[in-house]
């Protein structure tokens, strides 16, 4: 089983859709989780960490059920400009000092006019 | 906002030559990493290092690879005789103390796209 887990899409939406990626993970003893966005041939860049209770920042919710072991991220009213490769990102249980990452393979969104 | 600044941009080398990717963190970050994504496929971790050792690496990170901080600024990773299979985009980043992470990322410097001819 993958590590971390995603439906690379591409999922094409109208504007204003909205859209929901999921995301499962293979340790149940990970640390945290992420949202990052990446835009073609540039840097990952965090969109929002997920917190076990949910979160909501604007137009976007995270959602984490350790029990399953899923993530998942909503974006609702879609624009153009959210047209990208949204990652899931997980950190595993923390042996040392390190605070490495491990990511999915990303799912594609592209928001059509 | 503070940014990770990562030089050179694009790197064109030679089969068998050696590379230096430049990063220079933000300045109050404690923890520095390398991670690299061929293209097309997802990013993966190389090295995390702290206290000026490496704390942690991957299967990737071998002999082949080494990273050092010669100063108070600049992270380097350095590949020796590259192949054609390193091609690839390489990220740096930093986080600052231990549990920030956890909390908000990392942050990314923009990359350097190493192609191996």
Known sequence: RKEVEQDPGPFNVPEGATVAFNCTYSNSASQSFFWYRQDCRKEPKLLMSVYSSGNEDGRFTAQLNRASQYISLLIRDSKLSDSATYLCVVSPPRGGATNKLIFGTGTLLAVQP | ?117
């Not at chain 2, 590379?19 to 109050?28: A, E, K, M, T």
């Open chain 2, 1 to 117: 906002e503070p940014e990770v600044t990562q030089t050179p941009s694009h790197q064109v080398t030679q089969m068998g030559q050696e590379v230096i990717l430049r990063c220079v963190p933000i300045s109050n970050h404690l923890y520095f990493y390398w991670y690299r994504q061929i293209l097309g496929q997802k990013v993966e971790f190389l090295v995390s290092f702290y206290n000026n050792e490496i704390s942690e690496k991957s299967e990737i990170f071998d002999d082949q690879f080494s990273v050092e901080r010669p100063d108070g600024s600049n992270f380097t990773l350095k590949i020796r005789s590259t192949k054609l299979e390193d091609s690839a985009m390489y990220f740096c980043a930093s986080s600052g103390p231990s549990g920030t992470a956890d909390l908000y990322g990392y942050t990314f410097g923009s990359g350097t796209r190493l192609t191996v001819v």
